[in-house]
């Protein structure tokens, strides 16, 4: 994995197997949502894309405090020392993103969304 590199072959291939995620939110309150591991794409300059329908106490976190938790795996994907499974804590920053781009090409994917939500990946660990 080059140095700049923050997400992993490793993680990538978790996201290609479904699972859960779960977002971790704080600010107004402390808050937990979920989606699915088919629905995070990942940019090229590795921000994580999330179509977002409900997400409103996640947005009024947000608004407050932009610093977000993901934590999301899969026991399809062989962990470390060929543990069954693996996961991985994503720590970032977040914002809604409601035009633009990146906004119409998640919309194609995810006709159901009412906005995007954009992780930008600080740190990632594998956890299994």
């Known amino acids: ?12 291939e978790v996201l290609r197997h479904e699972g859960v995620v779960s977002i971790v939110s704080w600010g107004v309150e402390t808050h937990v949502a979920n989606t699915w591991n088919s629905y995070l794409i990942v940019t090229e300059d590795e921000r994580i894309l999330i179509p977002a329908y409900g997400f409103k106490k996640t947005e009024k976190n947000v608004n407050a405090n ?3 938790k993901l934590t999301l795996g899969s026991k399809d994907v062989l962990g ?10 994503i720590n970032g920053t977040a914002k809604y993103i409601t035009t633009g781009d990146e906004y119409d090409f998640m919309k194609q994917k995810f006709s159901f969304l009412t906005r ?7 740190t990632a660990k594998q956890m299994l």
């Open 116 to 122: 995007v939500l954009e992780i930008t990946v600080e």
């Open 1 to 12: 994995m080059s140095e700049n590199k923050k997400l992993s072959e490793k993680f990538l």
């Open 66 to 68: 932009s610093s977000v």
């Open 80 to 89: 470390y020392k060929d543990y069954q499974g693996t996961g991985f804590l």
